[in-house]
C-alpha cells in the first residue's frame, strides 16, 4: 500500500531563513510526486511534478528534487506570501489507478 | 476565469437532510474527481469520472452518489447526512485522468449539525 509522510508537520521561519519540507513515500514503483501549495479556505495549487530520481525543478523561491524514496521542497529566503500549506503526491505504477495519495502536508509560516 | 468552480461555499445542514454540491470546470478536461478533506488536512479521493463515466469509486457509502450530465460537470449528492460527514469537499479536473497534474476547485465546506 502506498504511503506518504510529510515532516515537518508544521514550520516557523523568519523571513529569509531558508528551509526544506520532506516528503518520504513508499511505492512500488513511482509514476510521478506532485508538489501543491495550499492557502487556508482554498483548494490546492498546484507547484511541480518529478518523475524521477534526481529531477529537479525550480519555481522562485521554491525547488524540488527527487530522490528514490524521498522528495524535498527547498524554501529560499522566504517572505510571508510563502505561508501556507505544502502538499505532496505520489502515483504508483502498479494498479491500474492513476489516483494520487496525498500526504497530510506541511503546515509554514513565515514571520516577517 | 474560474477553471474549476464549485457551489455553494459553505454548506451547513442538519443530520438526515440531503444536500447537493455542483462542479464545473471550463479546461476542456476529460476526467473530474471529489475529494475530502478531513479537520487534519488529509485529502482521500472518493469518486472519479472520465467523460460522463464512472472509473473510481473508493470505499464511500452508498449515500454519496456522484452525477456527471456531461465532462464538464460532476455533481456529488449526499442523502442522510450524518455528523462524519463534515469536511471540505474538493472537485478536481486533469485532461485525461491518466496521471498528469490535477486542477482544484475552491472547495465546499460543509458543516453537519
Known amino acids: 500500500e502506498d504511503q506518504v509522510t510529510q515532516s515537518p508537520e508544521a514550520l516557523r521561519l523568519q523571513e529569509g531563513e531558508s528551509s526544506s519540507l520532506n516528503c518520504s513515500y513508499t511505492?512500488?514503483?513511482?509514476?510521478?510526486l506532485f508538489w501543491y501549495r495550499q492557502d487556508p479556505g482554498k483548494g490546492p495549487e498546484f507547484l511541480f511534478t518529478?518523475?524521477?530520481a534526481g529531477e529537479e525543478k525550480e519555481k522562485e523561491r521554491l525547488k524540488a528534487t527527487l530522490t528514490k524514496k524521498e522528495s524535498f521542497l527547498h524554501i529560499t529566503a522566504p517572505k510571508p506570501e510563502d505561508s501556507a500549506t505544502y502538499l505532496c503526491?505520489?502515483?504508483?505504477?502498479?494498479?491500474?489507478?492513476?489516483?494520487?495519495?496525498f500526504g497530510r502536508g506541511t503546515s509554514l509560516i513565515v514571520h516577517p | 476565469d474560474t477553471a474549476v468552480s464549485q457551489t455553494p461555499k459553505y454548506l451547513v445542514t442538519q443530520m438526515g437532510n440531503d444536500k447537493s454540491i455542483k462542479c464545473e470546470q471550463n479546461?476542456?478536461?476529460?476526467?473530474m474527481y471529489w475529494y475530502k478533506q478531513d479537520s487534519k488536512k488529509f485529502l482521500k479521493i472518493m469518486f472519479s469520472?472520465?467523460?460522463?463515466?464512472?472509473?473510481i469509486n473508493e470505499t464511500v457509502p452508498n449515500r454519496f452518489s456522484p452525477k456527471s450530465p456531461d465532462k464538464a460537470h460532476l455533481n456529488l449528492h449526499i442523502n442522510s447526512l450524518e455528523l462524519g460527514d463534515s469536511a471540505v469537499y474538493f472537485c478536481?479536473?486533469?485532461?485525461?485522468?491518466?496521471?498528469?497534474?490535477?486542477?482544484f476547485g475552491p472547495g465546499t465546506r460543509l458543516l453537519v449539525l
Open positions: 478536481a479536473s486533469s485532461l485525461t485522468g491518466l496521471g498528469e497534474t490535477q486542477y
Open positions: 518529478l518523475y524521477s
Open positions: 479546461l476542456g478536461h476529460d476526467t
Open positions: 469520472y472520465n467523460n460522463k463515466e464512472l472509473i
Open positions: 511505492v512500488s514503483g513511482l509514476r510521478g
Open positions: 503526491a505520489v502515483q504508483d505504477v502498479s494498479g491500474g489507478s492513476y489516483i494520487p495519495t
